[in-house]
């Protein structure tokens, strides 16, 4: 089989790039190895009626002409939501992000001075270098703060020390975010800040859209559009080897389809989002320098399961998600999807929470039976004292492999050698979204990398940098100014300078 573009993974930064090539009449074949499902982990699974998100997904970005792919793609059906989570912490809800007086308050007048005393030492004595998470979120929020509302959740999340994870997550994730920030916008009335201010930080934003049936809704309906446009979406296709011939500049891309049966595409093009490390160690032909191996092998992923539990509707909480500050059990988010959108529970009086646990593939989370994951998840909401045995009627679990590239100390080394050695030999493999750039993103961050990359296919040179592209989805230019892109308002950049 013959196409222009070969687009390995159906997750919102794949199939973004497979719409937009697809509407300009190019060839595109996308790989997906879920048999069921795309979207990634922006998928929407379903069991017995219910509907639930993998991860939870917001739909708001700074970047308009994400938010106008989004409205293109899904022109009905998405809706406005009120943004609400909050830290569980001692069988009390605290406003997250943090608000100061509320937090202090519900901390009692004890540890409200230490709070305060540790927070005015951070600012007078910050630490110069923040080099780890436990570094950056001590500067912003203090000593004290940091072990009650960060430290706990994050080792549950990544299942390492706050010191050993890079301060690069925090600033991308919390970014824009201090006490000093949460505590003006609790004070300052909600349409004068934002009419007085020049950027809206993410962690703030009020509300949010979302598909009605969940985000996989919106990510079927691009599906859908592609082939539409004469584009070919391949689920259960898992590819195993990508061969690329230099003196054609043309790619060989290897798959298996369901039945086992082995087959391939001939591109001139491929974009990847399939994990950095899979890619670079087991596909690509001709391999790699031993040192690019060998940093490959170094990158490190989390993996994730979620346990939904169906119950009846207590109105325990009424957030998106809460975030579980408690070492006592294993779970580190809650997710209520009824709050995301009513039309994910079929049944008016039942509720259905997404229990979430992050684990590593092969450790004893992973490893357990669905059954003992539901009754572990059942014991734990129970313990947390947001439900009773008898209000449980049923359950499932969902895995995902590789859901969060991990950011320790030395991941940047890794990418970066990796990057110099690819851009070198490999002219035509653009890669993207999360998991392609080894970037923890959002999936408008995701979107961007390939809308450039899009582009720059179009444009037959590599014009803009999708590295360049920060977590709020805006272009940072890297170079000398160029004329502005009149279709996305960004602007065009001489290649990545080394």
């Not at 357990?368 to 734990?380: C, G, M």
Request: proline letters at 3%; one cysteine or more; a positive charge.
């Amino acid at each position: 089989m013959q196409s222009e573009v070969v687009i390995i993974g159906a997750g919102p930064a794949g199939l973004t790039a497979g719409y937009l090539l697809s509407k300009e009449n190019r060839s595109v074949t996308i790989l997906e190895a879920d048999p069921v499902y795309v979207g990634g982990i922006a998928k929407t699974a379903t069991y017995k009626g219910y509907c639930f998100d993998i991860g939870g997904h917001r739909f708001f970005s700074k970047a308009q002409e994400v938010e106008a792919l989004w409205t293109e793609i899904l022109p009905h059906g998405m809706l406005e939501r009120p943004r609400s989570s909050r830290i569980f912490y001692r069988k009390q809800f605290f406003s997250y992000p943090l608000k100061a007086f509320e937090a202090l308050r519900k901390l009692g007048l004890v540890e409200s001075c230490r709070c305060v005393l540790s927070y005015a030492k951070a600012r007078l004595i910050p630490i110069k270098q923040p080099v780890s998470f436990a570094d950056w979120v001590t500067n912003h929020f203090g000593e004290r703060l940091f072990s009650i509302f960060f430290k706990t959740y994050t080792e549950k999340v990544w299942g390492m020390s706050c010191n050993a994870i890079s301060a690069d997550w925090a600033a991308q994730r919390i970014k824009g975010l201090s006490l000093s920030s949460a505590v003006v916008s609790a004070l300052i009335p909600k349409r004068w800040s934002r009419r007085n201010s020049k950027e809206t930080i993410k962690t703030l934003i009020d509300t949010f859209r979302y598909p009605r049936k969940g985000p996989g809704m919106l990510w079927e309906a691009c599906a859908e559009k592609i082939k539409q446009q004469g584009g070919k979406v391949l689920l259960g296709s898992e590819v195993y080897r990508c061969e690329y011939n230099a003196d054609e500049n043309k790619w060989h891309v290897h798959y298996r389809d369901n039945a086992g049966n082995s087959a391939k595409v001939i591109a001139s093009h491929v974009i990847s989002s399939a994990p950095l490390r899979d890619l670079v160690t087991q596909y690509l032909s001709p391999s790699l320098s031993s040192g690019a191996l060998s940093a490959a092998n170094e990158l490190k992923y989390r993996d994730f399961l979620i346990v939904v539990l169906i119950l009846k509707d207590r109105q325990q909480f009424t957030d998106n998600w809460i975030y579980v500050h408690d070492s006592q059990v294993d779970v580190a988010r809650i997710q209520n999807f009824k709050s995301w959108s009513p039309d994910m529970v079929p049944e008016k009086d039942m509720c259905c929470y997404g229990m979430e646990y992050f684990c590593f593939d092969g450790d004893n989370v992973w490893t357990s039976s669905d059954d003992a994951l539901i009754q572990k998840a059942k014991r734990e909401i129970v313990q947390l004292g947001l439900a009773t045995l008898d209000d449980i009627v049923d359950g499932c679990v969902v895995r995902q492999t590789k859901a969060y590239p991990v950011y320790d100390n030395y991941y940047q080394t890794h990418v970066e050698v990796i990057r110099r050695e690819l851009d070198e030999k490999f002219p035509s493999l653009h890669l993207i979204g999360r998991n392609g750039m080894h970037k923890y993103n959002n999936q408008d961050h995701s979107m961007m990398t390939a809308m450039l990359t899009v582009k720059n296919i179009l444009a037959g040179q590599r014009r803009f940098d999708t590295w360049c592209v920060n977590q709020d989805a805006e272009y940072i230019e890297s170079g000398t100014a160029g004329e502005k892109d009149l279709a996305y308002g960004l602007r065009s950049v001489p290649e990545r300078l080394s």
